[in-house]
């Protein structure tokens, strides 16, 4: 069965360094992993996605995120954190035999103080 | 605005009484998902359609439960006799299909009390 977990419930940053938002994955055949992220009253955002190819993905944001294949990991990352960053982060992993049904993680708060 | 739109946002019911969401997803997209999130907790997958066939559903979803999407367009979810357990956030995503790697666009969602 698919399954994700995102470690931390919270990660608390400075301004201006860099984050890491842990997020673990459980899958039976190849993964599609896929970053969210969602603002107060607002629906969740696209960040970025893992489908294949080369390991370190870039998306919105600055945000990036680096898959291990090895480690079943998929860490989003960015070099400086801004006070705007601060949001809740969601991982979310498919694979196809589990069908098209998408598993999200239960959320990372993540607060960057100035 | 051509994102997916969701209405009403915010739902008022009493126990027992039947609720109805309606999704619109971004015009082109052929897959419309529907998920339900409570608080402290990521969203679940609730099912799934392409165009307006409804391909997959959660064991979540019970016989109360029923989603359409009759024309391939917009979709309804309907909550018959509701439970104070299915206060929580119904949350609506479309995308374009390709493969298993499509990415999916989130409404607002529509907020449920069951009081």
């Known amino acids: 069965a698919q399954s994700v977990a995102q470690p931390e419930d919270q990660v608390n940053v400075a301004e201006g360094n860099p984050l890491t938002v842990k997020c673990t994955y459980s899958?039976?055949?190849?993964?599609?992993l896929f970053w969210y992220v969602q603002y107060p009253n607002r629906g969740l955002q696209f960040l970025l996605k893992?489908?294949?190819?080369?390991?370190l993905v870039k998306g919105s944001y600055g945000f990036e995120a680096e898959f291990n294949k090895s480690q079943t990991s998929f860490h989003l990352k960015k070099p400086s954190a801004l006070v705007s960053d601060s949001a809740l982060y969601f991982c979310?992993?498919?694979?196809?035999?589990?069908?098209?049904?998408?598993?999200f993680g239960a959320g990372t708060r993540l607060f960057v103080k100035a | 605005d051509t994102g997916v739109s969701q209405d009403p946002r915010h739902k008022i019911t009493k126990r027992g009484q039947n609720v109805t969401f309606r999704c619109d997803p971004i015009?082109?997209?052929?897959?419309l998902y529907w998920y339900r999130q409570t608080l402290g907790q990521g969203p679940e997958f609730l099912t799934y359609?392409?165009?307006?066939?409804?391909?997959?559903k959660s064991r979540l979803l019970s016989d109360r439960f029923s989603a359409e999407r009759p024309k391939g367009s917009f979709s309804t979810l309907e909550i018959q006799r509701t439970e104070q357990g299915d206060s929580a956030m119904y949350l609506c995503?479309?995308?374009?299909?390709?493969?298993?790697?499509?990415?999916?666009?989130f409404g607002p969602g529509t907020r449920l009390t069951v009081l």
């Open positions: 899958v039976s055949g190849n993964p599609y």
């Open positions: 015009s082109e997209h052929n897959r």
């Open positions: 995503a479309s995308s374009l299909a390709s493969g298993g790697s499509d990415t999916q666009y």
């Open positions: 359609f392409q165009n307006e066939a409804q391909l997959e």
């Open positions: 979310a992993v498919r694979d196809l035999t589990g069908g098209f049904k998408t598993i």
């Open positions: 893992y489908i294949t190819g080369d390991n």
